[in-house]
């Protein structure tokens, strides 16, 4: 059974930072693309940013490039967003998510597996 669980959210000041961690189980973790995405209240899932099986490609929506970094260690079947910079409007429950392929994902409806989330509130 897959299992992708995100921690370190919570609550932070604007101009603040948090890494989130998602540590996955159930699968062979270097076969999968990861994804992080987040969901503001009364809004759709977007996509913030994803990552190749191997690390060596990543991808950002524009809202957070320059500002978040996502990696991963699979020796450690766990994937990082390290987000700095941290503005009101990310406030927001952050998902991970796990793609089986060997390129990068931005669509929501791409990735086979989810977590359940973590909050991020961001106060001004």
């Known amino acids: 059974q897959v299992q992708l669980v995100e921690s370190g959210g919570g609550l932070v000041q604007a101009g603040g930072s948090l890494r989130l961690s998602c540590a996955a189980s159930?699968?062979?973790?270097?076969?999968?693309?990861m994804g992080w995405f987040r969901q503001a209240p009364g809004k759709e899932r977007e996509f913030v940013a994803t990552?190749?099986?191997?690390?060596?490609?990543?991808g950002y929506a524009d809202s957070v490039k320059g500002r978040f970094s996502i990696s991963r260690d699979n020796a450690k079947n766990t994937v990082y967003l390290q987000m700095n910079s941290l503005k009101p409007e990310d406030t927001a429950v952050y998902y991970c998510?796990?793609?089986?392929?060997?390129?990068?994902?931005?669509?929501?409806?791409?990735?086979?597996?989810w977590g359940q989330g973590t909050q991020v509130t961001v106060s001004s």
């Open positions: 998510a796990a793609k089986g392929g060997w390129s990068r994902y931005f669509r929501r409806n791409q990735y086979d597996y």
């Open positions: 159930g699968l062979t973790f270097s076969s999968f693309a």
């Open positions: 990552i190749t099986w191997s690390g060596g490609s990543t």
